[in-house]
């Protein structure tokens, strides 16, 4: 196992805010230069500290249980969030966090992001990455959530092949630049006050989809990626092997 596979102590050098609800944190450390990103959508497990200053790290392999051992008053909290951008050369890693707004809760993660400064500490583990387009792939469908935003904007701006992309957001606020090859097309949907995942559906059953071999990338509410997913095998007769799906999270009833 390799040091790229241990906890991380970085440092925040900057904060940017993206939208209303969406901010962009900058993380530095020496350790970076031997992270081992792996594609896109690739994963980092963030060691949220629940008191002010340097969180206490896992140090071995057996990160999990050494931390279930921390006291739970100064334990780190865990979440999953997307590399928006690697730079190993000025180790840095760039983390896009949604922040809730309207009364919902943004959980440790966002609270942490809403309020970061330079000379904060955070600890990240490196997660890996799912998006592997097979060979034979001739276009691509990729649906996603506020969530999956930084995800679907990495894989657009690595994008080898015609792609449908459908990001549903709350509304116009949400919505963000992103580098839109040839051949590709980015359709912002506004949720408004539907359910989650059920505009990105809506809208994806009335489209008329390219002919030819497809792979699907869907991530975000876990709604949203299962009711696609069975849209895409049920409805569409795409082969479950040709689709990625993941829940990034779970709506509260």
């Not at 630049?177 to 505009?199: N, Q, S």
């Not at 071999?213 to 479950?240: C, F, M, Q």
Request: charged letters at 25%; one cysteine or more.
């Amino acid at each position: 196992m390799t040091a790229a596979q241990l906890p991380m102590l970085v440092t925040v050098t900057a904060t940017k805010p993206l939208t209303e609800r969406m901010v962009r944190v900058t993380l530095a450390g020496d350790s970076l230069t031997d992270f081992d990103y792996a594609g896109p959508d690739h994963l980092v497990r963030l060691f949220v500290p629940v008191v002010p200053g340097e969180p206490t790290l896992p140090v071995t392999t057996e990160w999990w249980p050494e931390l279930r051992a921390m006291p739970e008053a100064t334990r780190p909290v865990l979440r999953n969030y997307t590399v928006r951008r690697l730079d190993r050369e000025r180790r840095e890693l760039d983390i896009d966090f949604v922040l809730h707004g309207h009364g919902e809760d943004s959980g440790p993660g966002g609270t942490w992001a809403a309020n970061a400064a330079p000379g904060d500490k955070i600890g990240v583990l490196s997660d890996g990455a799912d998006y592997r387009p097979p060979a034979g792939t001739e276009w691509q469908l990729v649906v996603g959530d506020e969530s999956a935003v930084p995800a679907i904007a990495a894989i657009v701006e690595q994008l080898h092949s015609p792609a449908v992309v459908l990001i549903e957001v709350a509304d116009a606020a949400d919505e963000l630049p992103i580098a839109v090859p040839e051949g590709t097309t980015v359709t912002w949907l506004h949720r408004g006050a539907a359910t989650r995942g059920d505009t990105a559906l809506a809208a994806l059953r009335e489209r008329d989809l390219p002919t030819g071999t497809p792979y699907a990338w869907v991530a975000g509410e876990s709604a949203l990626a299962t009711g696609v997913r069975r849209h895409l095998v049920n409805d569409r007769g795409i082969a479950k092997d040709r689709i990625y799906f993941c829940g990034y999270w779970r709506q509260s009833a």
